[in-house]
């Protein structure tokens, strides 16, 4: 058993706290390598942000869970390196599926988890996470719970429809279950296609307007239980120009499109005080990797594609605190 405070982790609660009277939300950067995790740490130390490091089960199985334990504990070094003293960095599994998975990332130094048994009947999803938090607070980790369907590919969470969170179900979830956030579905999406070209409207310029989120559900929600922490996954942006990049450099994406940014910086001035974003990273650090290889194809070291990729990303990261999230000069 690896307690996540002893390489220098923090769980959720606190952050959560402030931001949430704070009026900004916290950054969940998803990573799968060493360039990633430095972009995502090296962006939160310079704009003084709070930050999660978010990991799927199926980035887990790919870094190797012994190495992430390493990874997150020489984050917090790096971060204090950078000029951070007391870094509020927080190791969190994304869409864990079971108790084994919930469990299995505790004993490795995870400082908190997400159980998403949305899927699931609802009172199977209410035993399934009350479970996972029976377990994790026993060792003082944080716990995310999860009421509605997105629609959308990440990883290996696979949705063809969403289902919006249903207001009246959230206080007796929260009792029932003992979450310390709830993450919400009030019209975000996974993946950089979020949205069919029939259910948007595309601008003057020919590019697609997705529909607006559904803040009706999130005030109702916050009326039900005020002042609780409320997460969005699915919340990245895709960048045009990140996607213009990769097209011109041999890509093939087609009619991607995600949530506008103005609405996210909404949401996050409300009871939402955790966004979520991974594709919009996938997404800029692809098109640096592109452009390299398509303006010097005769390059093999990979320090050579993956640097650009890496400031490429803190770039993003640091644009997303400080101008959707709010996440800036909180530490």
Same mark, same amino acid.
């Given at each position: 058993?690896?307690?996540?405070?002893?390489?220098?982790? !923090?769980?959720?609660?606190?952050?959560?706290?402030?931001?949430v009277?704070?009026?900004?939300?916290?950054?969940?950067?998803?990573?799968?390598?060493?360039?990633?995790?430095?972009?995502?740490?090296?962006?939160?130390? #310079?704009?003084?942000?709070?930050?999660?490091?978010?990991?799927?089960?199926?980035?887990?199985?790919?870094?190797?869970?012994?190495?992430?334990?390493?990874?997150?504990?020489?984050?917090?070094?790096?971060?204090?390196?950078?000029?951070?003293?007391?870094?509020?960095?927080?190791?969190?599994?994304?869409?864990?599926?079971?108790?084994?998975?919930?469990?299995?990332?505790?004993?490795?130094?995870?400082?908190?988890?997400?159980?998403?048994?949305?899927?699931?009947?609802?009172?199977?999803?209410?035993?399934l996470?009350?479970?996972? !938090?029976?377990?994790?607070?026993?060792?003082?980790?944080?716990?995310?719970?999860?009421?509605?369907v997105?629609?959308?590919? @990440?990883?290996? !969470?696979?949705?063809?429809?969403?289902?919006?969170?249903?207001? @009246?179900?959230?206080?007796?979830?929260?009792?029932?279950?003992?979450?310390?956030?709830?993450?919400?579905s009030?019209?975000?999406?996974?993946?950089?296609?979020?949205?069919?070209?029939?259910?948007?409207?595309?601008?003057?310029?020919?590019?697609?307007v997705?529909?607006?989120?559904?803040?009706?559900?999130?005030?109702?929600?916050?009326?039900?239980?005020?002042?609780?922490?409320?997460?969005?996954?699915?919340?990245?942006?895709?960048?045009?120009? #990140?996607?213009?990049?990769?097209?011109?450099?041999?890509?093939?994406?087609?009619?991607?499109?995600?949530?506008? @940014?103005?609405?996210?910086?909404?949401?996050?001035?409300?009871?939402?005080?955790?966004?979520?974003?991974?594709?919009?990273?996938r997404?800029?650090?692809?098109?640096?990797?592109?452009?390299v290889?398509? #303006?010097?194809?005769?390059?093999?070291?990979?320090?050579?594609?993956?640097?650009?990729?890496r400031?490429s990303?803190?770039?993003?990261?640091?644009?997303?605190?400080?101008?959707?999230?709010?996440?800036?000069?909180?530490?």
């Open positions: 058993m690896v307690s996540y405070k002893e390489l220098g982790l !923090v769980n959720t609660r606190e952050m959560f706290a402030k931001a009277k704070g009026g900004y939300a916290i950054p969940a950067f998803n990573f799968n390598n060493m360039e990633q995790l430095q972009a995502i740490i090296s962006a939160a130390v #310079e704009t003084k942000s709070p930050v999660i490091l978010q990991v799927s089960s199926g980035a887990r199985k790919y870094a190797n869970q012994t190495l992430l334990r390493y990874m997150a504990q020489g984050a917090v070094e790096y971060a204090k390196e950078l000029g951070c003293p007391n870094p509020q960095i927080a190791l969190h599994l994304d869409h864990g599926d079971s108790l084994e998975l919930c469990k299995s990332c505790i004993e490795m130094g995870f400082s908190s988890v997400m159980i998403d048994g949305s899927h699931l009947p609802y009172d199977e999803n209410v035993a996470t009350r479970s996972v !938090v029976e377990y994790a607070h026993q060792f003082d980790v944080t716990v995310e719970g999860e009421l509605g997105l629609a959308g590919i @990440e990883d290996d !969470v696979v949705a063809e429809h969403h289902t919006y969170t249903e207001p @009246e179900e959230v206080i007796d979830f929260v009792s029932k279950t003992g979450v310390d956030s709830l993450a919400i009030i019209g975000t999406s996974h993946g950089a296609n979020k949205f069919t070209p029939e259910q948007c409207q595309r601008d003057a310029n020919g590019i697609l997705p529909p607006p989120l559904r803040f009706d559900i999130l005030a109702e929600i916050e009326k039900q239980i005020p002042g609780f922490p409320i997460v969005l996954h699915g919340s990245s942006s895709v960048p045009q120009d #990140e996607v213009a990049t990769i097209n011109k450099f041999g890509g093939a994406l087609k009619d991607a499109v995600g949530i506008p @940014e103005e609405q996210l910086r909404q949401a996050s001035k409300s009871a939402v005080c955790k966004i979520n974003i991974d594709s919009d990273g997404l800029a650090m692809t098109a640096a990797v592109r452009k290889f398509a #303006e010097n194809p005769a390059e093999f070291d990979p320090r050579k594609y993956l640097g650009p990729a400031e990303l803190k770039k993003l990261y640091e644009h997303k605190i400080i101008n959707v999230l709010g996440s800036n000069d909180r530490i």
